[in-house]
């Protein structure tokens, strides 16, 4: 198995396990606070914001160490 290879391999192990953080911490708990169908249909909609929060101020934060990793070293 080549270091590239491995590479793949954690990243995908740690994104299923993130996604399972995600459905646990946060879906589970807004489906379940909920009787009807589209109140719980909204809370799954606004989770998936959160989740497109996360994901965006994650890539930024990578953008400006990227950006800037020469300037600081």
């Given amino acids: 198995?080549?270091?590239t290879q491995i590479?793949?391999?954690v990243?995908?192990?740690l994104g299923v396990l993130g996604m399972l953080?995600?459905?646990l911490?946060?879906?589970v708990p807004a489906v379940t606070a909920y009787r009807r169908v589209h109140e719980?249909?909204?809370a799954v909609?606004?989770?998936a914001y959160v989740l497109a929060?996360?994901?965006g101020v994650g890539v930024l934060l990578g953008a400006v160490v990227v950006v800037e990793w020469p300037r600081v070293f």
Avoid: D, E, P
Wanted: proline content about 0%; charged content about 5%.
């Fill in 1 to 3: 198995m080549s270091n």
């Fill in 7 to 9: 590479t793949y391999l």
């Fill in 11 to 13: 990243a995908v192990g």
């Fill in 21 to 23: 953080a995600f459905l």
């Fill in 25 to 27: 911490l946060l879906v």
């Fill in 40 to 42: 719980r249909l909204i």
């Fill in 45 to 47: 909609m606004l989770s």
């Fill in 53 to 55: 929060a996360f994901v």
